[in-house]
């Protein structure tokens, strides 16, 4: 059964080789989308041995992922892992994400942090953030799930192939959930561990994004209309 790998990044040259190397290891199919980086994010990935493709802009990190995911359901994969490019994420939970799809159980299973046994290094602000998403996310899609904005999510090829994404940029990681209630997907929570450090931390979204991704969210749902 055919595992990709899809790894959104912006001027991540710092990192993706380590990364890369480390997802390499589950399979030899790495997809990474350089999102128009001003480093040598391509380069570096490139010769750590992923496939690079590249966006000539910025666009976000939801048209990065949305090209990785036709990238990787064009070359027959079966599964599709979504992964950072920040070094956060640790490839040892791979497996875990897989096999509930491989074996038939559920379309989709997504990453919790909070089913883990410790959430280290996680500032309090940003717990309380993700915490009131969770309680959005749960509103509006039903969805009964202990995490959000995780990035950490593995997915069927059928059920891939019938998200209907538009956002661009971090409003991405909740337009999936919708998917997932809108479509019916089968879905299911698996506990990983995201290693927060002073560089992840200060890659990650501030709390004023969450106003840009309230803002994205309204306007897909408009086009979606």
């Known amino acids: ?34 999102d128009g980086s ?23 990190q939801g048209a990065a992922l949305r090209t990785g995911l036709e990238a990787a359901i064009r070359a027959g994969a079966e599964i599709i892992v979504t992964f950072d490019a920040d070094g956060q994420m640790s490839a040892a939970d791979i497996p875990a994400l897989t096999a509930p799809i491989a074996a038939g159980l559920c379309d ?9 046994a410790e959430v280290a290094g996680l500032p309090r602000v940003r717990r309380w953030t993700l915490k009131a998403a969770l309680a959005f996310t749960r509103a509006t899609t039903g969805l009964k799930l202990t995490d959000t904005h995780n990035g950490l999510r593995a997915f069927s090829h059928v059920a891939a ?13 909740s337009e999936i959930l919708e998917e997932i209630s809108r479509l019916g997907l089968r879905y299911r929570e698996v506990p990983v561990t995201i290693k927060y450090t002073d560089y992840s931390l200060a890659k990650g979204q501030k709390l004023t994004g969450a106003f840009r991704i309230i803002k994205d969210l309204v306007l897909s749902s408009w086009i979606k209309n």
């Open 38 to 60: 001003s480093d040598d994010t391509a380069g570096s990935a490139a010769h750590a041995g992923a496939t690079v493709m590249r966006h000539v802009i910025n666009r976000g």
């Open 1 to 34: 059964m055919m595992l990709a790998i899809v790894i959104p990044a912006y001027n991540e040259a710092k990192m993706i080789a380590e990364v890369v190397k480390e997802v390499l290891a589950a399979t030899p199919h790495v997809f990474v989308i350089d």
């Open 161 to 173: 192939a019938k998200l209907n994404l538009h956002c661009d940029r971090m409003a991405h990681a």
């Open 108 to 116: 989709v299973v997504l990453g919790s942090r909070f089913l883990a």
